[in-house]
């Protein structure tokens, strides 16, 4: 059951609305269609094919600028107060996408790796390195088009060739296309190729994202390909940019995570930590984490969710009674932030959120692609119902 404190402020704060990937150091991720986009550099011709570099554009879930690699999902100065396993995390670059338009039949790509491990032994190289291309159809929704399926640091694939142009269209309309990078890898360097005759312009990055913070199943653990990971499937299914700070076994709601949160200009913020934690830890660190995400967003929505239950658990009493005590400590914590007059809390049940059969994870802890589409399922509501009444509050 989905838990929604309806106490609302009548007063709404706006928040900053500086760029996303184009803010200086402790500005915010939020992107401004009205802007214009850089100036693109010179494409490379090679052959037949133009390759542009990615790094320039505004990649929707790079969320700060100043950032040691181009790539990374925190800035450089994090390092220096996070444990080194969060920092070497941040270097993946999970939730990040390309948007572009082109009107080329032919979308190749080519990347550098950070990591040589380019797959793990429960999850494919497709969704540790690869990247994942959708475009856009007749109807306006994003549909997957291929994948690449690395087997080396250096990748170039061509992702599609000969695509269908628009119906009733003439050959000066183009497609859109999202373009996701790998979840558990880092990369270096990431160009687009096209025809090269053919025109490409990346679009703009959107403002207000939904910020997810977690565990290794927020950051992507173990999806097939980038655009199955929650983040990504929730993005598109509510047409919004996403950042996704999942820690692999690192989601432990720590409060310097809280204050480079409260540096992004987020429309609702997740935090979905308990497969990471205890309910001692729960009752410890609950509380003072939202404490500190409301000095810098007041009233910003946010989400509690509860552990998930792991798939196997039926047969062990011991995986139950963790799962109750995480559950119990960040009940209560909603409950103690509910009394304190804390508004904008919502609160979402763990039990189903893999569903009900002990099919949805590929290990009994982290989900396949059946249970990333349950975890959608379970956000999606909850999260419309979020937006709608920070919408609702903002055109009073």
């Given at each position: 059951?989905?838990?929604?404190?309806?106490?609302?402020?009548?007063?709404?704060?706006?928040?900053?609305?500086?760029?996303?990937?184009?803010?200086?150091?402790?500005?915010?991720?939020?992107?401004?269609?009205?802007?214009?986009?850089?100036?693109?550099?010179?494409?490379?011709?090679?052959?037949?094919?133009?390759?542009?570099?990615?790094?320039?554009w505004e990649v929707e879930g790079r969320a700060y600028r100043e950032t040691a690699k181009p790539y990374d999902r925190l800035p450089a100065k994090a390092e220096a107060g996070l444990r080194k396993a969060v920092w070497d995390l941040s270097r993946h670059?999970?939730?990040?996408?390309?948007?572009?338009?082109?009107?080329?039949?032919?979308?190749?790509?080519?990347?550098e790796l950070s990591s040589p491990r380019l797959a793990m032994n429960h999850m494919p190289a497709t969704g540790v390195s690869g990247v994942d291309l959708y475009a856009k159809t007749e109807g306006g929704d994003l549909r997957w088009v291929n994948v690449s399926r690395p087997t080396q640091t250096s990748v170039e694939a061509t992702l599609a060739k000969g695509i269908d142009s628009l119906s009733n269209s003439n050959s000066e309309e183009s497609r859109e296309f999202a373009l996701y990078f790998p979840l558990y890898n880092g990369v270096e360097k990431l160009e687009?190729?096209?025809?090269?005759?053919?025109?490409?312009?990346?679009?703009?990055?959107?403002k207000k994202p939904i910020v997810f913070y977690g565990t290794s199943i927020?950051?992507?653990?173990?999806?097939?390909?980038?655009g199955m990971s929650i983040s990504s499937i929730l993005g598109r299914r509510l047409n919004r940019p996403v950042v996704n700070l999942g820690f692999s076994g690192n989601?432990?709601?720590?409060?310097?995570?809280?204050?480079?949160?409260?540096?992004?200009?987020?429309?609702?913020?997740?935090?979905?930590?308990?497969?990471?934690?205890?309910?001692?830890?729960?009752?410890?660190?609950?509380?003072?984490?939202?404490?500190?995400?409301?000095?810098?967003?007041?009233?910003?929505?946010?989400?509690?969710v509860e552990d998930r239950a792991m798939t196997n658990s039926v047969f062990y009493q011991r995986s139950k009674d963790f799962h109750q005590q995480n559950r119990a400590s960040l009940e209560a914590a909603y409950q103690s932030l509910l009394a304190a007059g804390e508004n904008n809390i919502f609160y979402l049940d763990g039990q189903k959120l893999l569903g009900s059969d002990g099919e949805g994870a590929t290990d009994g802890?982290?989900?396949?692609?059946?249970?990333?589409?349950?975890?959608?399922?379970?956000?999606?509501?909850?999260?419309?119902?979020?937006?709608?009444?920070?919408?609702?509050?903002?055109?009073?």
């Open positions: 059951m989905t838990k929604i404190n309806r106490r609302v402020a009548i007063k709404w704060t706006l928040q900053s609305t500086a760029l996303l990937g184009l803010g200086t150091l402790g500005q915010s991720v939020s992107g401004d269609h009205t802007l214009q986009p850089r100036q693109m550099d010179e494409p490379e011709i090679d052959g037949s094919t133009a390759w542009f570099d990615v790094a320039n670059s999970a939730g990040m996408v390309a948007r572009f338009t082109t009107d080329s039949t032919v979308v190749k790509v080519r990347y687009i190729g096209i025809e090269k005759s053919a025109k490409l312009k990346p679009m703009l990055a959107r927020m950051h992507g653990a173990c999806a097939s390909r980038p989601g432990k709601m720590e409060l310097p995570i809280a204050d480079l949160i409260g540096e992004l200009d987020p429309s609702v913020i997740a935090v979905d930590c308990l497969p990471n934690m205890n309910g001692k830890l729960v009752s410890e660190r609950a509380v003072p984490f939202v404490k500190r995400l409301r000095k810098y967003h007041p009233e910003i929505p946010i989400l509690l802890s982290h989900p396949s692609d059946l249970g990333m589409v349950r975890y959608a399922d379970a956000y999606e509501p909850v999260l419309r119902r979020m937006l709608k009444e920070t919408t609702d509050r903002r055109t009073r």
